[in-house]
């Protein structure tokens, strides 16, 4: 039973893109919560670490190359980074399974329909706020193209997460009693499903005025030439070759740090671009880093717009040990010991003013991982219109990180009802609709520029008016109701 934890985990995997085999996700979490049974506490935590091994030893891979490849760390120490990161994740549903067989330590519908996924949603809800977060591979995700995204306008992907549990719980209910009660199970899961597909069609958010028209720029830089000094004009100039077909539409919008200067050293190359953006009638939207404090050398990570829209969003939600150091006193020496890159960027406020495109259309714009928050998304709705989000996942190589990526981003489109904008250097940049789905996509790994429509919109979705707060306190509610009705 410990290898088929293992295997369970590696197996959630392919539920996420780019395999996006999501019907994996209502089978694996019915083989962890089989091990589970009939087992001490102390078995269940270990069935569960195993579990988590296999879903971010596999998932989450794509931290080597990042660390290793593009960090410019030894084997060493980006392996032990890598494992720590892992072995951290892994405690998570190892933590759970502790806290499912100890205090349900007996086998009955309430651990199965209401313990197993309500103790799911509220370890992931933790794994989203320990210590920066690391909101990737929530099972809610994973089901963007399955029937149960239907209900993400709703419940958003903690929600969505839980019912992907629950038709585990379901599943095993089907396996483990073996009277005529059991096919209730199937029905129960029937239901969702069908239920799922009928709430898919409805349009919880309207058009607000006409289309417009955009074009990504990907530049397919290499990381390791993109922050090289000679190599920097050359870079900016690529994406101006690659524009300056594209000036025709409203919105021009380049990836993560697509100019690698810093303001004010780059002023100068603002300045033009703000120039052709206004004589073309064009907003420019960029990545640049913006220098705070010429003293201590800190600095903004930045989206700035251009020509006929002004304004500079800061990015809120850091890189830990990419982008800044945490506790970065405390572990100087072993940090100066290992020789790891320092990094000085520090967040923006938490509150920001709007980017507007053509002085009336309010977007929401996010930096690398940012849109995996919930938190975020919900500061910037309803006011927002579109969504943004610019991003360099050139850190990860030719993994399957981007596709991740780009999946979140998908789910939060469909629970915001909002369309999204997803600028990268290399890929995956794409245009997603208010369902969630990709309606263009560049193809990865070359110069491309991604021209379409985009259709602003208006209106609450169930999820963004409530937010996440019901559905964590319902979690401890449905905890509570099978604590005290343990006995049976």
């Known amino acids: 039973m410990d290898l088929i934890a293992l295997l369970a985990g590696i197996a959630t995997v392919f539920a996420f893109a780019p395999f996006a085999y999501y019907w994996l996700a209502l089978l694996t979490p019915a083989l962890l919560l089989m091990t589970w049974l009939n087992v001490s506490a102390k078995r269940a935590l270990w069935r569960g670490f195993l579990f988590g091994l296999g879903l971010f030893g596999v998932g989450t891979s794509w931290l080597y190359v990042s660390v290793h490849y593009f960090g410019n760390l030894n084997i060493l120490v980006a392996g032990l980074i890598t494992v720590l990161f892992i072995f951290t994740l892994a405690l998570f549903p190892a933590l759970q399974g502790y806290f499912v067989n100890k205090l349900w330590p007996t086998t ?14 509220l370890f992931e809800w933790l794994r989203e706020l320990f210590l920066t977060g690391f909101p990737w591979l929530f099972l809610g995700v994973s089901q963007i193209n399955g029937p149960l995204a239907g209900f993400a306008p709703l419940v958003g992907t903690f929600g969505t997460s839980f019912l992907v549990v629950f038709c585990a719980g379901l599943l095993t209910c089907f396996i483990t009693y073996p009277n005529w009660r059991r096919y209730f199970a199937i029905l129960g899961i029937l239901i969702l499903l069908g239920a799922g597909l009928l709430l898919y069609r409805i349009d919880w958010t309207h058009p607000k005025g006409a289309p417009i028209t955009v074009s990504l720029v990907q530049g397919n830089i290499a990381q390791e030439l993109k922050w090289n000094s000679d190599w920097v004009i050359a870079n ?3 994406y101006q070759q690659l524009t300056k077909h594209h ?7 380049w990836p993560e740090n697509a100019i690698p200067i810093p303001l004010p050293d780059a002023s100068d190359i603002t ?8 004589a073309h009638h064009s907003t420019l939207m960029t990545g640049i880093p913006i220098l705070v404090d010429p003293d201590r050398s800190t600095y903004y990570n930045s989206l700035i717009a251009l020509g006929t829209s002004q304004g500079e969003y800061d990015k809120r939600h850091l890189v830990p040990f990419g982008e800044y150091i945490p506790l970065i006193n405390t572990f100087q020496n072993l940090l100066n010991f290992l020789r790891l ?3 000085s960027f520090i967040s923006g406020p938490q509150h920001q003013s709007l980017l507007l495109i053509n002085h009336k259309i309010p977007v929401a714009t996010f930096i690398c991982y940012e849109i995996a928050y919930s938190r975020l998304i919900d500061q910037d709705l309803p006011q927002a219109q579109l969504l943004i989000t610019i991003s360099d996942d050139a850190w990860f190589g030719h ?19 909002r369309e999204l904008l997803f600028s990268t250097n290399n890929g995956m940049t794409a245009i997603v609709n208010s369902h969630g789905k990709i309606i263009k996509i560049a193809p990865a ?12 919109t208006i209106g609450t979705t169930p999820w963004v008016f409530f937010d996440n707060w019901p559905i964590i306190c319902l979690m401890f509610i449905l905890l509570v109701i099978a604590f005290l009705r343990r006995k049976q």
């Not at 000036?247 to 919008?253: A, G, V």
């Not at 300045?271 to 206004?278: C, D, H, K, W, Y």
């Open 271 to 278: 300045t033009e671009l703000n120039a052709q953006a206004l």
């Open 247 to 253: 000036w025709h539409s409203q919105l021009i919008l």
């Open 236 to 238: 900016i100039e690529r």
């Open 445 to 456: 790994f070359k110069p491309f520029v991604l021209t379409g429509q985009i259709q602003p």
């Open 108 to 121: 009955n519908p309430y651990k199965l329909l209401l313990v197993f996924p309500a103790s799911w949603v």
């Open 399 to 417: 993994s399957f990180a981007a596709w991740q990526h780009l999946q979140i981003g998908q789910m939060q489109a469909l629970s915001t009802g």
């Open 341 to 343: 890159p320092m990094s």
